[in-house]
């Protein structure tokens, strides 16, 4: 599903690269959560899985696409293969709950009725059918994430990539939202999340992938804890590992 062979990426003006060489295999239907510290490299290597950036050396494959024949006026079509949460919401002001998923939905092309059809659907997903004729500002710091949420996985993606989703909430929404890409995850859509939120990830105790000075220092693959200082790894066990049998989900996010 997400694959990364030896993949290296060094910004113009910087001595050390932002990735070294970092090989990395995820499974269809995994929830993984990628931990650092600042400038670990967690951002470049989500970059590189949305093509925000390229590598310069290395191959990625993302959901059997192989990255390196994606062109550029390609790469929007590619993106909305993806599902993309992003801590402060992204949301569009002007523009109520369901309007901001339709708009998600419009710009994949879907037609006026299959967005009818849809939306209503998402919202119930993420509870938030009471606040389809509201604006983003009269949603709370949760509310407006669910929002995000659900604009992300209205075309239902493969792969849902949230960057600190819960970053700027207290502790009862995080246990919320965290739930609902729990519950999306359950529906057959792989999960990874980048956090800084050490009690989240041992919680769930799912993969923990560690990165430290632009490598991967750790990949705990089951019952996984935060812990950023763990000895590294050897590299045998780094190594990308021959791609599984895919998971089939057992229903659709969206019916």
């Known amino acids: 599903m997400i694959l990364l062979d030896s993949v ?3 910004y113009p003006g910087d001595t050390e690269p932002a990735l070294d060489s970092v090989s990395l295999h995820i499974e269809p239907n995994e929830f993984v959560f990628l931990v650092g510290k600042s400038g670990a490299g967690k951002s470049t290597l989500m970059k590189m899985i949305t093509k925000e950036e390229n590598p310069d050396s290395g191959k990625i494959i993302i959901g059997g696409i192989d990255l390196d024949y994606v062109k550029k006026r390609h790469i929007p ?4 293969r993806l599902g993309v949460v992003f801590q402060d919401f992204k949301l569009l002001p002007r523009r109520t709950v369901y ?3 339709a708009f998600a939905l419009e710009i994949a092309g879907m037609s006026g ?3 009818r059809k849809t939306v209503p659907k998402v919202l119930e997903l993420v509870d938030l059918s009471a606040q389809a004729k509201k604006f983003p500002h009269q949603l709370s710091g949760g509310q407006q994430q669910r929002v995000s949420i659900a604009r992300s996985v209205a075309r239902q993606p493969k792969i849902l990539i949230a960057d600190e989703p819960t970053a700027n909430l207290d502790k009862l929404t ?3 939202i965290i739930d609902l890409l729990k519950k999306i995850n359950d529906f057959g859509t792989t999960i990874l999340v980048t956090t800084h939120n050490e009690n989240v990830v ?4 799912k993969r923990v992938i560690t990165m430290k000075h632009g490598k991967i220092v750790n ?5 996984g804890i935060y812990n950023l200082d ?3 790894v050897p590299k045998a066990t780094r190594a990308v590992q021959t791609p599984g049998h895919a998971l089939k989900p057992k229903r659709k996010l969206v019916q």
């Open 8 to 10: 290296t990426k060094t």
């Open 77 to 80: 079509s590619y993106r909305r």
């Open 99 to 101: 309007e901001n998923v």
């Open 113 to 115: 009725k299959e967005i």
């Open 174 to 176: 995080t246990k919320e």
């Open 202 to 205: 041992n919680t769930l105790q």
């Open 219 to 223: 990949d705990q693959k089951n019952n």
């Open 230 to 232: 763990e000895t590294p």
